[in-house]
């Protein structure tokens, strides 16, 4: 055998090689496609991307949870709610769908669309089996729809638990919502519709505490006189009073006799 011969056999396996491995070394390469850095959605698709390949369903569902809201955020209600039969964990589900109506506020959506949403959101909640998460769900909606303003949905999501004290309590977290916002009224009406005492007077005194830190004295004050439970009562007037007094610096209090 010639020697070029020896040397073009060598040559001709390379060039074989050459040409298989090209399609397999493309398919083992990382994708390399990105976004720019100011298209939110296209960064969110990755991270939904990511998402998918998670094993671990703790990570996969808090993942999951945080894009739903973002998504929320961006308007993008659809994607947001297709994430929740996604999740696998009962009360990673309720947090979502609170995730999800706490964005609605802020987005100033029409009557129309945003009663739509929280229609749809309810229709989530109804399809989680377990009790518990159940029921926070329902308490996390009527919060959400009073943060958005949605009072009288409040109130109807509030009044359908069947529960008697997860009942109580969504009706007092949405007053505390409505404080927040400086809705006395709104938050008053609320509390009337807690139909437990004992859970009315605790509630009530953490609306006057949320009152007297916002700087609403005469509606914390209010809320302090419906309290039945004497001492709550007297641990809400005394908060009220140190909140007034520490409005001015030692020295500089108001005289009770100048206060009449």
């Not at 009072?151 to 638990?161: C, F, H, N, P």
């Not at 009152?211 to 006189?225: H, I, P, R, T, V």
Request: with cysteine; glycine share 4%.
């Amino acid at each position: 055998m010639e020697m070029r011969n020896l040397f073009a056999i060598p040559l001709l396996v390379f060039m074989a090689l050459l040409v298989a491995f090209p399609a397999s070394a493309e398919a083992q390469k990382p994708k390399t496609d990105s976004c720019n850095v100011s298209e939110k959605i296209c960064i969110l698709s990755q991270i939904q991307e990511q998402a998918q390949t998670l094993e671990s369903k703790t990570e996969r569902d808090q993942t999951y949870r945080e894009l739903a809201k973002a998504y929320a955020r961006s308007n993008k209600i659809d994607e947001a709610v297709a994430l929740i039969p996604k999740i696998q964990t009962p009360d990673t589900q309720a947090m979502t769908i609170r995730g999800i109506g706490m964005e609605l506020a802020a987005l100033n959506l029409p009557k129309d669309r945003q009663d739509a949403v929280f229609k749809t959101l309810r229709t989530e909640a109804e399809k989680i089996k377990h009790p518990p998460s159940y029921a926070i769900a329902l308490t996390y909606i009527a919060m959400s729809q009073a943060f958005a303003g949605d009072d009288e949905g409040a109130w109807k999501t509030a009044s359908e638990m069947q529960n008697d004290s997860l009942r109580h309590k969504a009706f007092g977290e949405t007053a505390e919502i409505q404080a927040e916002k400086g809705e006395y009224e709104k938050a008053k009406t609320s509390l009337t519709r807690i139909g437990d005492p004992s859970y009315q007077n605790k509630a009530y005194r953490t609306v006057s505490k949320i009152l007297a830190d916002k700087g609403l004295y005469e509606e914390s004050y209010d809320a302090a006189l419906q309290i039945a439970n004497p001492y709550l009562k007297a641990l809400a007037l005394q908060y009220l009073v140190d909140k007034q007094d520490g409005e001015h610096p030692p020295g500089e209090r108001i005289p009770a006799n100048e206060q009449e």
